[in-house]
């Protein structure tokens, strides 16, 4: 490990439970403190988005440019070091998430703001449009405490299936 590798220069947009006051944002804390991430501020996306909860309450941006909203989460600068752990909560090479860029802008300035080129965890391709239909062709334009509400950690999910096999079932049962 070089000290490339503990510089944050890697800015991720995230808009579910990584953020502040949600349950997984003790990791960016964990890494805050070590240095290998920075909080950048509170920004939307440049373009609409579908953000959809699906099984556990576990929130998805899925990646289909111009349905949904706007998307508000946080930028965080990340180090290659703090990437690999975000990856790995993120199931990138489980086939859950995949990091892919996305433009975003600060809150507030959306008008006149300068657009940050970033990444953002989208759903995987295999089930995006299967999840935007399981949510009706409706998305959320912030993952608040109303959404986070019955959201499921991993360690207390039955163990007897895999992510995957959650993500099935839930995008095959019919919609309440």
């Not at 892919?100 to 995987?124: D, H, N």
Request: charged share 25%; proline share 5%; net charge positive.
């Amino acid at each position: 490990m070089g000290i490339e590798d503990s510089i944050p220069t890697t800015l991720i947009f995230t808009y579910g439970t990584l953020k502040r006051g949600f349950s997984n944002h003790n990791l960016l804390e964990d890494l805050m403190k070590t240095g290998d991430a920075v909080f950048k501020g509170t920004y939307r996306t440049v373009e609409k988005f579908p953000l959809v909860c699906g099984p556990f309450k576990v929130p998805f941006l899925l990646k289909i440019p111009g349905s949904g909203q706007r998307i508000t989460g946080e930028l965080y600068a990340v180090s290659n070091r703090g990437l690999s752990r975000v990856d790995e909560l993120e199931g990138t090479s489980r086939g859950h998430y995949r990091r892919l860029p996305i433009e975003v802008v600060a809150a507030g300035e959306e008008e006149s703001g300068m657009i940050t080129c970033a990444e953002a965890y989208y759903a995987e391709g295999s089930y995006d449009r299967e999840m935007w239909r399981k949510n009706g062709g409706k998305g959320i334009g912030i993952y608040s405490e109303k959404e986070a509400r019955g959201y499921v950690k991993r360690k207390d999910r039955p163990s007897h299936l895999t992510f995957l096999d959650h993500i099935r079932i839930f995008i095959s049962t019919p919609s309440d």
